[in-house]
């Protein structure tokens, strides 16, 4: 996780380089060129994310085989208190902690298209039963369409099938969630002094009483 927040922070610095001083979807757009022909004929594009307030910003760059540069950007937004953001392929889910509805979370589902013209669709919201908090950390990782949620303020967390819409709750050993990390094997959902791991189609292999600092390498989610 910290491996992928710091190659997320870099991405960010780089969107930000794209929309100069002020990260808005209007700065954005008037940065958004076709720049120099493309060293290579094979397709290659590439989407940043970027918090500012209640909306999240994302610019598409890259290359095609004609041009290169920054081809598009937009909002995800406004929310109550975006807290996370994960995605895997072309799917890409926010938490939204919003203080405002204190008894539940909501976790929207957009389709990207990340090409030389870019696009973000909002597809789904659910709300899990996780209750909002202006100041827990939230965790959230996306595997094999099934996103995984959980918070430092929660023993409870979820899973999402994106295919059904179907969220299913679990908890482990009664503690709060502390980390979600992912790999091309393997989710580990670690609560306090436990965890639970599920293989890549979602199914529950292990769950018990080890170290909270149980973990799967590889590429999880960004909290904000």
């Known amino acids: 996780m910290r491996a992928f927040q710091q190659a997320f922070s870099t991405l960010a610095l780089v969107a930000a380089a794209c929309v100069a001083a002020h990260p808005t979807p209007a700065a954005a757009a008037r940065a958004v060129t076709g720049a120099a022909l493309a060293t290579t004929t094979t397709p290659y594009f ?10 999240i910003l994302w610019i598409t760059c890259g290359h ?32 939204d902690a919003n ?37 827990a950390t939230c965790q959230l990782a996306v595997h ?46 670690s609560q306090t002094n436990c965890f639970s791991l599920f293989d890549a189609s979602g199914t529950m292999q292990e769950d018990g009483g080890q170290a909270s600092n149980t973990f799967e390498a590889g590429i999880g989610g960004f909290s904000f």
């Open 46 to 55: 590439y989407s940043t994310y970027q918090r500012y307030g209640a909306n």
């Open 64 to 95: 095609d085989t004609a041009s290169s540069g920054c081809y598009g950007s937009g909002d995800l937004g406004p929310f109550g208190r975006p807290c996370a953001l994960a995605g895997e392929g072309q799917n890409v889910v926010v938490a």
């Open 99 to 135: 203080p405002a509805n204190p008894q539940q979370t909501l976790l929207y589902f957009y389709a990207r298209v990340e090409s030389n013209r870019p696009t973000a669709t909002l597809v789904k919201t659910v709300p899990v039963a996780i209750p909002a908090s202006a100041t």
């Open 144 to 189: 094999n369409n099934i996103a995984y949620f959980g918070t430092s303020a929660s023993p409870m967390f979820y899973k999402v099938d994106m295919t059904t819409w179907a969220a299913t709750s679990g908890s482990t050993c009664g503690g709060n969630t502390s980390a979600i990390t992912v790999s091309d094997k393997a989710v580990v959902v």
